[in-house]
């Protein structure tokens, strides 16, 4: 792949997306290289660790794990992008406390030592939605040129979820209650951005709970669907590919266990993104979700 | 182990017992909780805007606050004997609104490490991701079904990660290991 494009980083990918959604991984790719944005393999790299079902365990490995990852990105030289909540919780979360708390960059390195690495805190770790919205980087104008076929006519609620930007005061996002800097992404593609109630309402998986209980998990991602649905959104985007699974899988399991139907697309932001710079639907593998996203694909014709 | 048992009579009976007991009290448990979670736990005024943000308290006797009183009093097996502990989903909604500034998500993380680490019953799933990662540096694995979508995509099999370059995971259980984690998680999942 070329090196010349104007910015490159690390692309930090986690488990969900490139082993259960690899249309995010591609789509990722592609539509960040045609905003002059440059995705790096970090080879070696692991799971963030899962900042819930492993955080919940230990705190130090956690710590300690998502270092290691860090340090891969900074042996390159490069910033790391990534494309999930989950992850920015570990990577981004990990690195900025690292970087301010030196008894816990101590502890860290004298683990990391064991395997020959040490963390330096010389990268900053980025999602790749807050860098399309950075007019420095790319910019809501830039995403919206690249669009080649504009979703225009569809409804799109957004689902921000809960760890790119929550906790607000440890983070760099403002407003929690209701941001709109994705709804402006979304308007960019000729969507329509709708409101929805309780917007910002976890999806219900997190912190290990949809692994724990899932009819409670479940229970959550069923009030979210009901007020899309009531809000008229033909599909629902997000920037998490657990987030991802939780909407799309959760569909099929909410179906089988409330007997409730709500046959509502689920679109990484990145997919969403790829459809309006014209990539086809089999580039996306839009077949692995869960949710068949047809109504959707017929109203972009 | 628990699976999320609410069937324990004597344990209901007592997490159903608001009263407080002073030699049920531990100052160290409040002392270790603040520091693991780094916030300010005993500023909590008991306010309830922790709940009242909460996805899981409308659909469940999972309340914050009262985890939070926990924290301030001592209360240590009230607190990690509580199936509810495994019930924050850790929004930060809570940590988001509450006007003392605390971040009672980090309350919740810090009390379910200490519930790990004196051995307390832990959920299944949350030690089967230790021994994944530990296996094969993912949560969440590749499969043949998914490998074959990678490639119609023009993506390699397996990704860029410690799946393509299995040499790193090494490193990964030594960093493991140095906490002793994959030896217990294999220990406490065997005794089910
Ligand atoms: S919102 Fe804050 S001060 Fe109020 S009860 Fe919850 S933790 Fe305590
Ligand atoms: S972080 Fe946990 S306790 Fe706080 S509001 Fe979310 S689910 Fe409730």
Not at chain 1, 117 to 125: A, E, L, P, S, W
Not at chain 1, 230 to 255: H, S, Y
Not at chain 2, 26 to 35: L, Q, T
Request: aromatic fraction near 8%.
């Amino acid at each position: 792949m070329a090196t010349h494009m104007e910015h490159s980083y690390a692309f930090f990918l986690g488990c969900i997306a490139p082993n259960r959604y690899p249309g995010c991984e591609a789509s990722a790719i592609k539509t960040s290289a045609k905003l002059g944005i440059e995705l790096l393999p970090l080879k070696g790299a692991s799971c963030c660790p899962a900042p819930g079902a492993f955080g919940s365990i230990d705190l130090n490995v956690w710590y300690a794990m998502a270092a290691r990852n860090l340090c891969l990105a900074e042996e390159m030289g490069k910033d790391i992008a990534l494309i999930c909540n989950g992850c920015y919780k570990s990577i981004w979360e990990v690195n900025h406390k690292l970087k301010h708390n030196d008894e816990l960059r101590d502890g860290v390195n004298e683990v990391l030592a064991e395997i020959d690495m040490q963390y330096k805190g010389t990268i900053n770790v980025w999602h790749l939605a807050e860098l399309y919205y950075d007019d420095k980087i790319c910019g809501v104008k830039k995403v919206a040129d690249s669009v080649t076929r504009p979703l225009t006519g569809t409804k799109v609620a957004v689902h921000y979820g809960c760890h790119l930007m929550k906790p607000q005061k440890d983070r760099h996002f403002g407003d929690t209650e209701n941001p709109m800097w994705l709804e402006e992404l979304v308007g960019a593609l000729g969507a329509e951005p709708v409101q929805y109630r309780n917007k910002m309402q976890c999806c219900g998986a997190g912190g290990g709970v949809r692994g724990y209980d899932l009819l409670h998990a479940l229970d959550i991602t069923n009030e979210k669907l009901i007020n899309i649905k009531e809000a008229g959104a033909d599909a629902l985007t997000e920037v998490c590919p657990f987030c991802q699974l939780q909407f799309d899988r959760g569909q099929v399991e909410i179906a089988q266990n409330f007997g409730k139907k709500y046959n509502l697309p689920i679109l990484h932001f990145n997919e969403l993104l790829g459809l309006a710079q014209g990539m086809t639907p089999a580039e996306l593998a839009i077949d692995l979700h869960a949710v068949d996203c047809t109504s959707f694909l017929e109203k972009i014709q | 182990m628990v699976e999320k048992n609410y069937g324990n009579p004597e344990l209901e009976n007592k997490l159903r017992d608001r009263n407080y007991y002073v030699t049920d009290s531990n100052k160290d448990f409040s002392a270790e909780v603040k520091k693991l979670s780094g916030t300010i736990s005993h500023m909590c005024y008991q306010c309830g805007t922790c709940t009242g943000s909460c996805p899981s308290a409308p659909r469940s006797s999972y309340r914050i606050r009262v985890f939070m009183r926990r924290a301030i009093l001592g209360l240590e097996e009230e607190a990690l004997s509580d199936p509810d502990l495994w019930l924050c989903t850790t929004c930060y909604s809570c940590s988001d609104r509450c006007p003392r500034d605390i971040l009672p998500t980090d309350v919740i993380m810090a009390m379910r490490n200490l519930a790990f680490k004196t051995g307390h019953a832990v959920p299944k799933n949350f030690l089967q991701t230790v021994q994944l990662i530990y296996k094969t540096g993912h949560g969440v694995p590749n499969n043949d079904a998914n490998r074959a979508v990678r490639e119609r995509l023009g993506l390699p099999r397996d990704p860029p990660t410690t799946h393509t370059y299995p040499e790193y995971i090494p490193g990964i259980q030594k960093i493991i290991d140095h906490y002793n984690l994959k030896a217990e998680a294999d220990r406490i999942l065997s005794e089910e």
